[in-house]
């Protein structure tokens, strides 16, 4: 661009769009320009097979390359900080090493600017020729792809400007792209060039052979500590001012930044840029100025842009800040989305939101666009349904679909809506790695049911609430065809049959009598028409929760026994009682709406064969009955576990702990324990009072007998045990005079190591031995092996009274071992013990994440570490950080806490044993 050309800028139009392009705008095209692709082929044209001869070749490239993502501002980061430490060095005089040390690294700007010149001179023009073809006889050019409409619209837009921190002509190539038109040569030729007399190249270009590469000290604070001469002559701002057409450039640029109307109004378009290095003082001024601030970013990238502003600026610019997905410049795919309207319509599923704002009225997206890629639910309604089937196909195809674990269906679909869905095979496959799907609010298709649970071989949870399920060819569905399924809801649902057959007006869900379904949770409410049979609630041996309310009046006549459930919800409200007991298991029952005056528990509470009694009943809450108001009103006529005080009764408001029923509302049945009352314990005395109320009101003698029975195996059990434990005393008296290393540990609680390290210390000299095969044989990490050494050295040297003692000699030196883990990287890397201990603490072997990392970084002090690594690199602290971290955990930290974690349960038996 000439300089004729720049003046046009009209720096007092009152509303303006300001467009920063960077390095990032250029990758998305498609053209190799980051810093991996030339450092990649500088070590092929130089035939460099190791990383240090990029580094002999040229001091600004990292000794080490391989595993580091590193882009232009990285490298940036790297020259001014080696400017900054050769000035550091003295403060005072100029030594003749520094001197050289500069002119040095003046020299390696200058060469980085040749060869990279000389890449892009090759690059580019390869791209210009995949990417583009001649427009006729024209000179100009046009993209083989389709230009998205958002940036045709900036283009057109005489009130964009775009200030292009990269040395190419991409803009300038959409420019001719997206306004030549050949049959109005002479007009279209014009808006061509007054386009790219929009286009500012900062940092010089390509074309005009300018290229800059350098640091930004001249807006540092430090500035005034770089004191050797010939330090800024590699500064960006020192570098423009001495180029006519790049000051020029940054004088109109500044001007507007500067300009002091109150009408100036200007957006600020953030496209490619990291936000980072020595160009962030100069866009720090645009953000300042700027009224918005749209912020265009890939994957998750927007943390650091933020990050970096924030950190940099302050938080008054944050209400300004508006984030946008990057968008895809060329369209290589059809089209999805077409407008912001239509991109409303997927908005809820997707991770990464869209803004509502003018400009992005006609939004544009592919399939390809990255959003899609995120995805990790489908929120189906009509107006998506071809959407959805799309990004369905594309998961698929990209074998994405596993991130998909949800979907909804949120709206009335009709059944062709349906049938477009069951007939894709791709949405299909999609549904086998679905873990929950919910219907809320519209028909279902009673067909596509049963084909979602005949395909959903990962679907663990269904919901279906306030919908329609209408007649396919089936009137019945089998719950145990899904294996996976272990929740179930169906409320406030019916069920409506094809009109022209009037034979079917009840839809069954089933379940095989062959087959065990693995239903955990089941809700059932308010449904019409729709009825789960009582197969289901049989068949389910692993049901621990029922909600449940009937309409039907011909459902569960017979009576259901769920020996296995935990949590029982039953609503009377409807004066349709569903015929259901419960078990041993039980530890809640919430029953709803009850019309008697009296609540027997027997009529729900049935123990199951093998037991007697229900001990873990811990509530039974009557809400709203209707003439019922008090606890005392329960008529307890089962075994409940008389030996608790969690146990407790609600009634209407009315709450009351078991003793607290039993104290105030039965104390005439026990009066024959006042004689003895005071004699004993009080709250042994309340379990005997207990005891004989509930023998007592007993009719059925059979059930006495078999409570009678079961105390006196409780009894002979514990007279077992007591015979085991004076057994083991006796043996513990008996042990200084014998030496029997092949006893075993009566109640287990003690391994084998353990038992080797006891008669080590009784004397066993052989026992070391034996230690040392049984460590091998249980493949124990060398760490691990080491630290029991140091156990079995130490027990040479002190006194062990009791096998017990090995416990917390093991949980000494295990808990030893890990804090001097901690303690040494603390010290090599100058992080906070106890950010180490929280993430080592939740560290387990095969989790995808370090836990706390982000506490340990951020507690980090580099400074120090610094002081003593002085060629540390900033940029590459807190990644060496985390990988050795990573290391500590998977070679020491992990095995360390196996260990502990053991000798923590033992200790936790031994304590109950005893």
């Known amino acids: 661009m000439n300089i004729e050309g720049q003046e046009k800028l009209d720096i007092n139009n009152s509303s303006k769009n300001i467009v920063i392009i960077g390095n990032g705008f250029d990758m998305s095209l498609g053209l190799k320009s980051s810093y991996q692709n030339f450092i990649e082929y500088i070590k092929i044209r130089k035939r460099f097979a190791k990383d240090y001869e990029l580094y002999n070749y040229n001091r600004l490239f990292l000794r080490k390359y391989d595993n580091f993502h590193l882009n232009w501002s990285d490298f940036e980061s790297l020259y001014e900080e080696t400017v900054r430490k050769i000035n550091n060095r003295t403060q005072k005089n100029e030594e003749p090493q520094d001197i050289f040390d500069i002119a040095s690294v003046n020299n390696s700007i200058k060469r980085l600017e040749e060869d990279f010149h000389e890449y892009l001179s090759d690059e580019y023009p390869k791209w210009v020729e995949q990417k583009t073809i001649q427009i006729g006889n024209s000179n100009f050019k046009r993209f083989t792809e389709e230009v998205n409409p958002f940036f045709k619209k900036m283009i057109k837009d005489e009130n964009t400007f775009f200030i292009n921190f990269n040395y190419t002509h991409t803009i300038e190539d959409l420019c001719e792209s997206v306004l030549y038109d050949s049959s109005s040569i002479s007009k279209s030729s014009l808006e061509v060039k007054k386009a790219k007399e929009r286009v500012f190249h900062i940092h010089g270009s390509l074309e005009e052979e300018n290229i800059l590469f350098g640091g930004g000290f001249t807006d540092s604070e430090d500035i005034d500590k770089i004191h050797y001469s010939q330090s800024l002559i590699n500064d960006k701002l020192f570098r423009i001012k001495e180029n006519e057409l790049l000051n020029s450039t940054r004088k109109k640029i500044m001007s507007t930044i500067d300009s002091n109307s109150e009408d100036t109004k200007n957006n600020l378009f953030i496209i490619g840029h990291s936000l980072q290095g020595s160009d962030f003082p100069f866009l720090s001024k645009l953000i300042q100025k700027a ?18 502003i924030l950190r940099k600026s302050g938080s008054s610019v944050a209400e300004k800040i508006v984030l946008v997905p990057f968008l895809e410049i060329l369209l290589q795919d059809r089209l999805i989305v077409t407008s912001y309207k239509e991109y409303e319509t997927i908005d809820s599923f997707l991770l990464n939101k869209f803004p509502r704002e003018d400009i992005l009225s006609e939004l544009s997206l592919t399939i390809a666009h990255f959003t899609f890629r995120n995805i990790n639910e489908l929120r189906i309604s009509p107006s998506n349904i071809e959407m959805v089937l799309h990004i369905a196909r594309n998961l698929v195809l990209n074998k994405n679909a596993s991130r998909i674990s949800r979907v909804f269906f949120e709206k009335t679909l009709d059944l062709d809506d349906f049938n477009k869905l069951s007939g894709s095979e791709d949405f299909l496959m999609l549904l086998k790695w679905v873990n929950k799907v919910i219907f809320s609010n519209t028909e279902i298709d009673s067909d596509f049911f049963i084909q979602l649970l005949t395909n959903g071989s990962s679907l663990a949870y269904i919901r279906m609430e306030n919908c329609t399920l209408v007649n396919g060819y089936n009137e019945s569905a089998d719950v145990s065809v899904c294996e996976s399924l272990r929740s179930l809801e169906i409320i406030d649902c019916s069920f409506t049959s094809n009109l022209t057959d009037t034979r079917k007006n009840i839809f069954y869900i089933n379940s095989d009598t062959q087959n065990q379904n693995k239903i955990e949770k089941l809700t059932v409410l308010r449904n019409t028409n729709l009825v789960i049979e009582k197969d289901v609630l049989e068949k389910s041996t692993n049901l621990l929760e029922l909600n449940i309310s009937i309409t039907d009046g011909d459902a569960y006549q017979e009576e259901i026994h769920l020996k296995n459930l935990n949590i029982l919800q039953i609503d009377y409200s409807s004066g349709i009682v569903p015929n259901i007991t419960v078990g041993n298991k039980i530890e809640e029952i919430v029953v709803i709406g009850y019309a008697d005056e009296f609540f027997n528990l027997s009529s729900i509470m049935r123990s199951n064969e093998d037991s007697v009694g229900f001990s873990k009943l811990r509530l039974f809450h009557l809400k709203t009955p209707d003439l019922m108001t008090s606890c005392r009103d329960l008529i307890v006529d089962v075994i409940l576990d008389v030996f608790s005080n969690d146990t407790k009764f609600i009634v209407d408001k009315d709450i009351k702990s078991i003793k607290e029923y039993y104290l105030e509302y039965r104390e005439p049945h026990i009066q024959l324990f006042n004689n003895i009352e005071g004699l004993i314990d009080n709250n042994i005395l309340l379990k005997l009072k207990n005891l004989f109320l509930e023998i007592s ?25 007591d015979q085991v434990i004076e057994q083991k005393d006796v043996k513990s008296s008996n042990r200084d005079n014998e030496n029997d290393p092949g006893r075993k540990s009566i109640t287990n609680i003690y391994t084998r190591i353990d038992s080797l390290l006891y008669d080590y210390a009784r004397g066993n000299k052989s026992a070391l031995k034996e230690l040392n095969k049984a460590l091998q044989q249980q493949k124990k990490a060398e760490i691990v092996m080491g630290i029991y050494r140091e156990i079995a050295n130490d027990i040479s040297h002190i006194k062990i009274n009791a096998e017990k003692d090995i416990l917390e000699l093991k949980r000494k030196f295990f808990t030893q071992a890990r804090d001097k883990v901690i303690k040494d990287f603390s010290e090599e890397w100058f992080v906070s013990k106890d950010e180490l201990n929280l993430s080592a603490i939740q560290y387990v072997t095969g989790i995808t994440r370090i836990p706390n990392i982000s506490g340990v970084i951020n507690s980090k002090d580099f400074e120090r570490y610094k002081a003593k690594h002085p060629g540390a ?24 806490n196996d260990e502990l974690m053991s000798i923590e349960e033992q200790i936790k038996l031994e304590v109950i044993h005893h």
């Open 291 to 308: 009224n918005k601030v749209f912020i265009f970013y890939y994957e998750d990238d927007y943390i650091f842009k933020m990050e970096e």
């Open 697 to 721: 009101k007993l009719k059925n003698q059979s059930i006495i007998e078999e409570l009678l029975e079961e105390v006196s195996t409780k009894i002979r059990t514990i007279k077992q045990i």
């Open 873 to 896: 690199n900033p940029i590459k602290y807190a990644q060496a950080l985390k990988q050795d971290w990573q290391i500590e955990l998977d070679e020491k930290v992990v095995w360390l």
